[in-house]
């Protein structure tokens, strides 16, 4: 039945043919290097990996050297906003366009059109881990492409990939289109290392609070467990504040172990992706620079596993390869030079974030739905899930947070997440408004890093 | 004044729509927005269905290139000779100057090209725009 | 008769002729804006400070400009290094070379011999506290003219200024010396602000144990308050180890405290002062920037009052006025997003350091000399007080530091240092050569930030 | 071969003085280290006394150029002929470049000039150099 249903997704004029037996041939037999959940296991590192993608496999090809010039521990391969949003036709042409005139008329790699079997001789050659970065709801195509191509990392989820980077894509088959993708990855995951999985913990990269963040994480990381994945990454972007980041670290970890043991997945290997500033960046590339390396400075605090960096171009556009491995190169530099850091605790805080997320974690278990993606699906319709500056429609943006002087992130309005009264108290107690409005505390608050 | 904003094609960063919604209505506009990933079409059709006189169009993730080549052709079928087409953001995949950007922009239809220029210092430049235009 | 030493002092052919009833005048009714005393206490953030100094009058004039625009707190006058050796003849030469073919033929500014009338205007005109950066020995001439000139920051110290930047001055003489620079700022913070002194807490800047740092600081700041000074900046530099700069910084500021109290000088106004990485600098400037700005990030994290920038030049040669600008453009940056930091303690690691400068101390005081500086000086020359890579003679050199795997500098061999059998215990405990010989283990040591 | 090396002028920068002594010592050479602070003349003075194959002097801190133009005079009043004379370190006040500097030197009387050079690849050269002087 399910393969069935693979053998339609992929029959598409748009990619190369599908052979699943050969594909399953090279997967069982594929380079260990290949693997980021064996990489996590044998390293003691951060990982770094950057973020990068061209339209032209060339361009791909050339910016993986560089990469690897500069010491990266996982290559990215970024696809473009038109195949996010299964437009091939759109990205075959602006492909067409960038490989003729030499100019690139996409912000990615259109995987799909290139295909499998072209892509595959670049993941090979390399032979390092690759992570799939796109931001699709509907990935089910795309995600048989870069399996079949080597790619063995793949980010997203129904949820963090839904959010932020989609207006009406329907919400339901979101969950459904990822119930295939994890299918997929659990079962190629029997033929050799686990295929991580990687949720995408930045959603729209402001003013995010820290408790509906961990709460997304956890839910797709249990979406993820249920369907037999055993290697799953969760992960959150740079608050602006370094010990909210700390804190977020801690409960985290604390809390993905306890609710994986809950649902009987506790021998799944679960890991912490920091992402280094999502926000409006400065126009000062010097800024950027101070900007990265202090990130990389409290990836390093949070005790990550692998930090995804930006770069000094981030403002201007999507960076050259020489500046993005420049990047890598300087954050293995600074992680190099970081050892033995302090451990931190903050019990307070830790409390009072633990306590918000299991009370939203309790009420999205208590909707009357039977399974769990359904009961997700309900609490994001009725506000119990609710993120900040998210373009869906489905999205309630009731829930407004700003800044409380130290640049921790609170809930200013709860909207209708079932945060406790004595939570929000706590959070507003933090917050002070001043003089200004707040609409202009809020403008504010997104541009702090400018 | 009535101005149809949005962000054009696949783009879906919406933090700039936000404050540009809020911007245009303490300047007193009447705003229909649009929000993001709004193809070309759907941005004339509603300047015409709302009678209005700006066209404010956001990118920022490099797609808008892409797009605006269809622009001439969408306005050669309707009359929209009173209505200002601006168009602001990021407008090209990877760093470029404005130079090189406005020009282009300008051939493909647009009155008003803001490529990473600040938001109040655009809609400042299109209220003169349109003080002229009376 | 203290009177008549300083006109002694002052009459001299290198400099301008000292009318002493001006200066009082001028330094009564000099601006409070001056005074880095008065800006410590009404200032809440860490008071940014680049080094920088030229030749000529016109260059520094030019260097203050571009210090002034990118948000400079405290501006530095960066002496050159025969003036530093009282060498005013060759300086003399060198500035007029310098000055006939516009090229920099000194590695600072000739205070002496531009003098005190010259240089007050530069100072009066940017109306913004000067620290004076020497590294001299006999600085009393120096003193004279940096006060007259209204430089209300004075730093340096019989044994910071001479252990790290002397090889043969008579060790005696520099503490006579430095008395005299003390009374004299004592004298003068009488009239307006106290004038603020700082002791080098870098010392030679290569594998400082930080017991022995701050035994210097605690020493030099009783040396200075016994003469009245009122407002005192310990300092020390970055170690290459977060945790231990932390562990410094809580130790340093909480016996600072203690040894004041005990001489009875408690009402004196205490700063810590914290050297951006003072040891060898990269010759990638992209790592010299991720290196300054992480020392940036600890700087906040050990809550100094004043850092101390360096500048992406630092392994080329003294840097242009806009590098050195951008460095602290760039370092204010970063202090800006840093907010709320978390409070770090480390019980274990502050209990050894502690017993360990507490234990020297005391070998110090019980030294039998009639007085301080006496004691000190014995200290020096039996080695109770001994530092690493000391170019003088009297520095007997036998203390060896190495650092663990974490980066934190231990000792090795304690020489004649008098810290407990236990101390050492510990620290030896932390030390692991690998395959190394000693002297590799240091020569990597030396370059972990190359 | 005997070598006498330290660190020119007013200048005490003194940690690349003792790796230079321990890296001379492992390459065989009997060291005659003045440490820091050492004048021109004590340099030469010590080349005599030591009857020195080689003087090596170092400088960090931007002062050897004032301080290399009595070079040439002090050779002249002393046969130094098969003496090596080389220095090494950071050569200017400020940076600059090697194909400056270089000449520069050489014309104030140094056989071999290493500025911001690597300490093995100079001392290597330093042994190639005197072995062809064999
Ligand atoms: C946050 C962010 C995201 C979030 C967006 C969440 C959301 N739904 O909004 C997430 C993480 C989901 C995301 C996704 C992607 N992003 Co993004 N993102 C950013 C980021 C970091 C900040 C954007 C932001 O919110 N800024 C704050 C607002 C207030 O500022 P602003 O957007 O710049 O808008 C101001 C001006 O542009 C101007 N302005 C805007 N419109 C107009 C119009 C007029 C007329 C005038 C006068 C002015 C004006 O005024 C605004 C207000 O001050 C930018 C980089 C940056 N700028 O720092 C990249 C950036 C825009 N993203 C980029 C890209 C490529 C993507 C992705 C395709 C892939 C990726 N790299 O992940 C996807 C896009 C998916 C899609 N379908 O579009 C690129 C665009 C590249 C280019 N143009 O060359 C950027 C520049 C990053 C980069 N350097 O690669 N992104
Ligand atoms: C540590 C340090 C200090 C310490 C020195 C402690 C001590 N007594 O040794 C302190 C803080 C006291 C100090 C003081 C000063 N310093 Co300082 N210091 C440094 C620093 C940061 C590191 C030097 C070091 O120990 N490096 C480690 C050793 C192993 O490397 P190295 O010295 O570069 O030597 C290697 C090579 O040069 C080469 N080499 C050296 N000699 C030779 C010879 C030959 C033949 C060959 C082949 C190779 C060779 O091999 C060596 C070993 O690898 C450098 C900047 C840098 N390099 O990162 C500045 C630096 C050398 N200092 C500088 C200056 C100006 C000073 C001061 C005048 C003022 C000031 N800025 O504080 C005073 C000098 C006082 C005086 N009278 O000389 C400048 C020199 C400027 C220039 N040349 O244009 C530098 C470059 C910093 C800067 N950018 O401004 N300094």
């Known amino acids: ?55 032209t496999y060339d361009k791909v090809f050339e910016l993986y050297g560089e990469f690897t010039g500069a010491g990266v521990d996982i290559l990215p391969l970024t696809i473009d906003s038109n195949t996010r949003l299964n437009d091939y036709e759109m990205a075959k042409k ?14 990615g ?9 072209t892509t595959r001789k670049m993941v090979t050659h390399y032979d390092t881990p690759i992570s799939l970065r796109h931001g699709t709801p509907d990935a089910r195509l795309l995600v048989e492409v870069a399996l079949a191509s080597g790619i063995f990392e793949i980010e997203g989820g129904p949820i963090t990939y839904l959010l932020p980077y989609s207006k009406n894509f329907p919400l339901d088959k979101a969950f459904l289109y990822w119930k295939y993708v994890e ?71 604390k809390l993905a172990k306890k609710y994986a043991q809950k649902i009987g ?13 999502m ?52 954050t293995q530099y600074t992680l190099n030079m970081l050892r033995g850091l302090p451990v931190i605790t903050d019990e307070e805080e830790e409390a009072n974030l633990t306590e918000m997320v299991d009370d939203i974690m309790e009420a999205v278990f208590n909707d009357p739905a039977d399974t769990l993606w359904r009961q997700v699906f309900n609490s994001i319709k009725n506000g119990i899930i609710d993120i900040p500056f998210s373009p869906h429609i489905a999205n309630s943006g009731e829930a407004i947070t700003v800044r409380d002087k130290n640049y921790n992130i609170r ?16 959070e507003r107690s933090k917050i002070d408004l001043g003089e200004d409005s707040l609409v202009d505390h809020i403008i504010h608050d997104i541009g702090i890093m400018l | 004044m009535r101005v149809v904003t949005g962000v054009v094609g696949n783009d879906i960063h919406v933090v700039a729509n936000r404050l540009i919604e809020i911007s245009l209505k303490e300047r007193g506009f009447e705003v229909f927005n649009l929000g993001v990933n709004t193809y070309l079409e759907e941005f004339i059709d509603a300047v015409i269905e709302t009678d209005a006189d700006v066209l404010l169009i956001s990118s920022l993730n490099g797609e808008a290139e892409g797009w605006s080549r269809d622009l001439l052709f969408l306005k050669s079928r309707f009359d929209l000779e009173g209505v200002l087409f601006a168009i602001g953001g990021n ?29 109040n210092e655009g809609l400042d430049t299109i209220e003169e725009a349109l003080k002229e235009r009376v």
Chains 1, 3 share one sequence.
């Not at chain 1, 980021?36 to 590192?45: C, G, L, N, Q, R």
């Not at chain 1, 602006?94 to 912000?107: G, K, P, Q």
Request: charged share 25%; with cysteine.
């Open chain 1, 109 to 117: 790699y259109p995987l799909v059109n290139h295909g499998y079997r």
């Open chain 1, 411 to 426: 809930f200013y309005e709860r909207g209708n997440v079932p945060i406790s009264d004595k939570c929000l108290a706590y």
């Open chain 1, 183 to 253: 299918r997929v990855c659990a079962e190629y995951s029997e033929l050799n290392e686990p295929i991580n999985r990687e949720s995408f913990g930045p959603l729209s990269a402001t003013l995010q609070p820290p408790a509906i963040v961990i709460v997304i994480q956890l839910l797709e990381m249990l979406l993820s467990l249920e369907e037999g994945v055993k290697s799953f990454s969760v992960s959150f972007s740079q608050t602006g504040s370094m010990s909210q980041d700390i804190v977020s670290s801690n409960v985290i970890k």
């Open chain 2, 91 to 119: 407008l090209s995949v990877g760093e470029a100057n404005s130079e090189e950007i406005v020009p282009k922009y300008k051939a493909y239809g647009y009155d008003l090209v803001f490529h990473q220029v600040d938001l």
């Open chain 1, 265 to 277: 997945c506790g021998d799944a290997e679960i890991h912490l992706v920091y992402h280094q500033w």
């Open chain 1, 1 to 55: 039945m399910f393969q069935r249903e693979r053998e339609i997704i992929t029959k598409t004029p748009y990619t190369d043919s599908f052979d699943f037996d050969e594909i399953k041939e090279f997967i069982t037999g594929a380079s260990k290097n290949l693997f980021i959940s064996h990489k996590f296991k044998t390293s003691d590192k951060i990982l770094v990996q950057p973020r990068g993608g061209f339209p």
């Open chain 1, 94 to 107: 602006m492909l067409a366009l960038s490989e003729e005139n030499d100019e690139n008329m996409l912000n």
């Open chain 1, 279 to 330: 926000g409006a960046f400065p126009r000062n590339k010097e800024f950027s620079d101070s900007l990265i390396n202090t990130s990389t400075v409290i990836a390093a605090m949070v005790r990550a596993d692998k930090m995804i960096t930006k770069t000094r171009d981030e403002a201007f556009g999507i960076p050259t390869k020489e500046v993005n491995a420049s990047a890598v190169r300087n």
